[in-house]
């Protein structure tokens, strides 16, 4: 007959006891495997950024060398000095930082306004101009630059900072996300602050967009983002290190410094730093920018 | 209230909401549709083989020209394919690491980091990574034991495959953040009922998980979809199009027609053949997220 203990009131026989003891050993064994995967990919995921900061701190010899220099043993920070200045990548920084700000900012409030309008105001065309603004999400911005080329052209924007940014400076996308959460702030408080004598501008500054402020950190998050990454319209737009922004600065970096590679590494570092850096500071708005899209739809 | 009065109120908000709208549809005006109607336009010309002399009106003719051309046949062809290598296992990759990054384990936040920080690299940064890293003389693949003879992106057979690697490490991250935040929507409760049920895992996850996170899914196919369509960054920095064509995606073809051939024509017929393949992916995202608006989120 098996031994029967008591735990808690309840009779557990000896066989019921090993089951347990083999069911919490498997479950050590499994959480083991987890890490033991998890880990695994975390190393494929982070290698090539892993070995760009390597790359960064070697001489192009030791960059060449076989088997590679896993680590760095004897860092040499010269490829930042050289990327930084003779790289100009200082340059392309503050021109990416000028641009995205222009662009983010003029996003926000120029999408405030439209929402505010589709969202509170009443006026003729209201459906239509609406269905304006959505139509502009169906025209990819790649195929318009024939003829925004030439417009840059001939106001006479061509590598400057205006060129950059002013086909910028409005969002379909944004003007719907920021109606749809106006659209959330009841109605009770606007009667409310009508009666307080509140103006459509003094509601829409001190009620409607502080109550908006989670659409509005996304549309700040999409809008940084989709500046800040730009490629093909900095590429046709600019000529030269003025007004190149990061990413062509790269480019840029990469071709004037073949025979030092770790030149072009250390100038990737300085061109990712920025983004990884609020990625750490901002994870929970980012996720929520990049799936506002997605989620909220 | 009098009438005239309920009608001056009525005017002064229509004023208001159509000087709210301004600034947004003069940037559409001038940006988006301005350029977008002139493509159907610029089609018609041809364009002349040298600067200086007038363009000449040919009607559909360069239409049928460059559609039944084998540049731009082979440039779809090169980007459908692109798409297919990229976008389901993006998609595949991002879902399993969400679903390994969704349990309770001590130090999981790290993970969900490092496997979201591809986000923080733009098309240029990870390019220029895998670029070197890819190259034949500095890079690692030699010493991996991959070699491959013309090196791998001037391999008609592996450049495209090298740059659909690159495109998908890069996306990664977004990917994760996407899929896990659908994951993180799917109420424990149906889970759990369905472990109580005694669903295996494998059956869990195709009978309960898949299902409910199928429009999370969709809705990455198909932008996932439009951004491989407008892909241009990764190709101008890792193969320019080449060898061979073999990754002369629609986007490089349109910005090779208007830079290196200064033909307006054809890259105006080239962009209205991106426009119609973006709105058939567009019209197909919308019709998901009205019936995911309809069954609530």
């Known amino acids: ?297 | 209230m009098t009438a005239t009065r309920f009608w001056n109120r009525r005017r002064r908000e229509a004023g208001l909401g159509y000087l709210m709208l301004a600034p947004s549809l003069l940037v559409f005006s001038v940006f988006v549709f301005y350029p977008f109607l002139r493509n159907f336009y610029l089609g018609f010309f041809r364009t002349p083989p040298f600067p200086g002399l007038p363009q000449r009106y040919v009607g559909f003719d360069q239409y049928r020209e460059v559609l039944t051309s084998s540049y731009f046949t082979n440039s779809m062809r090169v980007t459908v394919l692109f798409a297919l290598l990229t976008v389901p296992t993006g998609i595949i990759l991002g879902l399993l690491l969400a679903m390994l990054a969704n349990q309770q384990l001590r130090g999981i936040g790290w993970y969900r980091t490092i496997f979201s920080s591809t986000v923080a690299t733009s098309v240029a940064v990870a390019s220029v990574i895998f670029g070197t890293l890819l190259n034949p003389q500095v890079g690692l693949l030699p010493w991996l034991g991959i070699s491959t003879t013309p090196s791998i992106l001037e391999n008609p057979k592996y450049a495209l495959l090298a740059v659909a690697v690159t495109t998908i490490w890069q996306n990664l991250g977004l990917s994760f953040i996407v899929m896990s935040s659908g994951l993180q929507a799917i109420p424990d409760e149906i889970i759990e009922a369905s472990e109580v049920d005694g669903a295996g895992s494998g059956l869990r996850f195709f009978r309960v998980t898949l299902p409910l996170l199928s429009p999370t899914v969709f809705f990455a196919v198909v932008v996932g979809s439009i951004v491989a369509f407008q892909s241009f960054g990764q190709i101008d920095l890792l193969t320019q199009g080449g060898p061979l064509q073999k990754t002369n995606v629609l986007t490089y073809a349109i910005y090779t027609a208007l830079r290196g051939e200064q033909n307006e024509g054809k890259a105006a017929v080239l962009s209205v053949a991106l426009f119609l393949v973006t709105l058939v992916l567009t019209i197909a995202q919308m019709r998901i997220l009205e019936r995911r608006v309809h069954y609530g989120d």
């Open chain 1, 1 to 297: 007959m098996a031994t029967e203990f008591v735990v808690h009131g309840i009779t557990v026989t000896e066989a019921d006891r090993r089951a347990a003891q083999r069911r919490v050993v498997r479950r050590r064994v499994g959480a083991v495997a987890r890490y033991a995967l998890l880990t695994v990919l975390a190393i494929v995921v982070l290698f090539p950024i892993y070995i760009t900061i390597v790359n960064s701190l070697l001489s192009p010899s030791q960059i060449a060398a076989r088997p590679p220099v896993l680590f760095p043993t004897d860092p040499t920070w010269g490829a930042y000095a050289d990327a930084w200045n003779q790289g100009s990548m200082s340059r392309y920084l503050v021109n990416s930082v000028i641009v995205t700000t222009l662009i983010v900012v003029a996003q926000i409030v120029t999408a405030t306004l439209a929402a505010y309008a589709f969202a509170f105001l009443e006026f003729p065309f209201k459906r239509t101009l609406f269905l304006v603004f959505l139509a502009t999400l169906m025209v990819p911005f790649e195929v318009t630059i024939i003829t925004n080329l030439t417009t840059v052209v001939n106001l006479g924007w061509y590598n400057t900072y205006a060129g950059l940014a002013v086909p910028f400076l409005a969002t379909g996308f944004g003007a719907f996300l920021l109606r749809q959460a106006f659209l959330g702030v009841p109605g009770d408080l606007r009667d409310a602050a009508a009666l307080d004598g509140y103006g459509h501008l003094r509601f829409m500054v001190r009620v409607a967009v502080p109550l908006a402020r989670p659409a509005m950190a996304a549309l700040a998050v999409f809008s940084f983002l989709g500046a800040w990454n730009q490629y093909l319209w900095p590429l046709i737009v600019t000529k030269d290190a003025r007004y190149r922004t990061l990413q062509i600065g790269l480019r840029q970096l990469r071709a004037t410094s073949i025979d030092q590679v770790n030149v072009t590494f250390a100038g990737v570092v300085i061109a990712a730093l920025p983004l990884l850096i609020l990625l750490v500071i901002f994870q929970k708005q980012l996720v929520r920018g990049l799936t506002a899209g997605a989620v909220k739809g």
